[in-house]
């Protein structure tokens, strides 16, 4: 009778280990098709990733031990090639790249307990990730976007592209940090949403409050302010929006008030997965309403033509606003 339930209980581990290790496997491609930009595969991911809790996990533990063989790989001294050597034939050079990509799916595949230090997280075009702290914070990540951690410091976080959201564990004795480039956002209990890119960075409080570079303007938003930060010399400008409004790409929508369409342009392409340019003529133009993301990329760009009276084309691989011609009025 103890044998027959020894032999039970470890056929059930077996099972249970080669299930961990399937899942493993399909995050793994999962990460690589999402790397490689394919916009189209994020609606089988989503289902994906909602068939289980699993799921999710096991991407996020391969995406953190992606960040940890990269690193390694980049520490590694480089290999000195023999002067006499002839140059590599493409079968050789095939190898060497095998070798390689086998090299970091060992170490992914390996490496569910992490390391102490720094690491990064990234998004590829419209992928969103959802990332769980230590300390109960939440983070989660738009498309395109780049985000450092620290394993040892769980209440810091360095946004350096793109656009997150956070759910914040208040904490008043270690409040949580986001870091944009030399400025601070510094949360006091809250749930916000940051972007940072070429224009700048952006703050919107959905709830409680945060204070914007505390050492230096010292700038208190509460729930439904927003922020403004341009790059350049232009002063930080805070306004107000609704707070259920903030941070509605986490659930496919966007809502503008009397914003400029090269901001809405931006958050589009980071979104929907895809460059999406503005004719500077009409970048600053005003849209005001809400955009529903849908699997009709067409479909959503060509609406936002059509409230805002210009045109639209595609370019590329992406689209591009223009003015309308009176032919086309």
């Known amino acids: 009778m103890r044998k027959t339930r020894r032999r039970d209980v470890l056929r059930a581990m077996m099972g249970r280990m080669a299930a961990e290790d399937g899942i493993r496997a399909q995050a793994i491609a999962w990460r690589i ?137 208040h904490d008043a004795d270690a409040p949580f940090r986001v870091q944009l480039g030399d400025a601070v956002v510094q949360d006091v209990g809250t749930v916000f949403d940051v972007v940072r890119d070429k224009a700048g960075n952006r703050v919107e409080v959905a709830q409680g409050q945060v204070r914007y570079n505390p050492g230096r303007e010292n700038v208190s938003l509460k729930a439904g302010q927003t922020l403004v930060d341009p790059a350049g010399d232009d002063p930080v400008r805070v306004g107000r929006r609704p707070p259920a409004s903030i941070g509605g790409w986490t659930s496919g929508r966007l809502s503008y008030d009397q914003e400029p369409l090269d901001r809405v342009a931006g958050d589009l392409a980071r979104t929907m997965g895809m460059p999406i340019a503005v004719a500077p003529e009409i970048a600053s133009l005003s849209f005001t309403g809400t955009i529903r993301i849908e699997r009709d990329r067409k479909r959503v760009v060509h609406r936002v033509a059509e409230l805002l009276d210009v045109s639209v084309r595609r370019n590329g691989s992406g689209w591009i606003f223009e003015p309308r011609t009176r032919e086309a009025r």
């Not at 190898?95 to 720094?118: E, N, Q, S, T």
């Not at 690491?119 to 230590?134: D, K, N």
């Not at 769980?154 to 914040?168: C, I």
């Open 33 to 169: 098709r999402l790397a490689d930009g394919d916009a189209v595969a994020w609606e089988e991911f989503v289902a994906w990733l909602e068939q289980s809790p699993d799921h999710g996990r096991a991407y996020d533990r391969v995406a953190l031990g992606e960040a940890d063989a990269v690193q390694a790989l980049a520490a590694l001294p480089p290999i000195p090639a023999p002067a006499n050597d002839d140059a590599p034939r493409p079968g050789r050079r095939w190898v060497g790249f095998g070798a390689a990509a086998a090299a970091i799916v060992l170490v992914v595949v390996g490496a569910p307990m992490l390391r102490p230090g720094d690491y990064v997280i990234e998004t590829g075009p419209g992928e969103q990730r959802q990332i769980a702290l230590s300390d109960g914070t939440r983070i989660t990540l738009n498309g395109d976007t780049r985000i450092g951690l620290e394993r040892s410091n769980p209440r810091l976080a360095r946004l350096e592209t793109g656009e997150a959201q956070f759910a914040v564990v």
